[in-house]
């Protein structure tokens, strides 16, 4: 089955201790992308991935880091976090040949941060 | 950038009634993405509808990109139906650098 799987789909961690959000797809994209949701502001994106080894930053990405080790993998990584980035948050994959740019969601992860 | 605005906000419909949510974008795309996110959480994929329409199930898309607009149709809404409606458009509009921009969404209940 085609899909976007992200791992954990909840947390609650406290400010400063270190995490990663996994996110792998099956479906040999090239393009994933991470964004938050949050009430009022919507969808944001915070960072992108062209292929492997190509990221930049989205709308919102500080805070943040990313790699993009495997075509399939794309973890987020909070270094250090803080009660601000309390948000859900979605991974995105898709092709990026030509007509082709439908984008596939991963189920979300909640993220609390104390 | 692009603008994208969504209409109405929010709808209540009795289970059974239809309904047409509609998505207004500012500039020219070549593609546009129906969303819906579910009470938990989850964005599920409705349509992929650059130009045209598109029927599956009792849910159907239709995009005039000349006139920048999309309208997405449910009929015999059912309680599962409820949750948020999100469009998204390329944010260069063309969708070469697979960058999103999401409306702010329709907030649908369906009550019984």
Redesign the interface.
């Known amino acids: 089955e085609a899909q976007v799987t992200q791992n954990p789909r909840y947390l609650i961690t406290v400010t400063g201790k270190k995490l990663t959000v996994t996110c792998s797809q099956n479906m040999n994209h090239e393009y994933m992308s991470w964004y938050r949701q949050d009430p009022g502001l919507g969808l944001r994106q915070i960072y992108y991935s062209m292929n492997v080894e190509v990221t930049d930053k989205g709308d919102v990405p500080e805070g943040y880091k990313v790699s993009r080790k495997e075509k399939r993998n794309f973890p987020l990584i909070l270094e250090s976090p803080s009660p601000n980035q309390t948000s859900l948050y979605f991974c995105a994959s898709s092709y990026t040949g030509s007509g082709a740019y439908e984008q596939y969601f991963g189920p979300g992860t909640r993220l609390t941060v104390t | 950038g692009i603008q994208v605005e969504q209409s109405p906000p929010d709808l209540i419909l009795q289970e059974g009634a239809n309904s047409t949510l509609r998505c207004n974008f500012s500039d020219s795309v070549n593609?546009l993405?129906w969303?819906h996110q579910n009470p938990w959480?989850?964005?599920i994929?409705l349509f992929?509808i650059p130009s045209g329409t598109k029927q599956n199930g009792r849910l159907s898309a239709t995009t005039v990109a000349t006139e920048r607009y999309s309208l997405l149709y449910i009929s015999s809404s059912q309680t599962t139906d409820s949750g948020v409606y999100?469009c998204?458009v390329?944010r260069d509009g063309s969708?070469?650098?697979?960058?999103?921009i999401?409306?702010?969404?329709t907030t649908l209940q369906v009550k019984p």
């Open positions: 593609n993405q969303f959480g989850q964005l994929n992929y999100f998204a390329p969708g070469n650098t697979g960058k999103l999401f409306g702010q969404g």
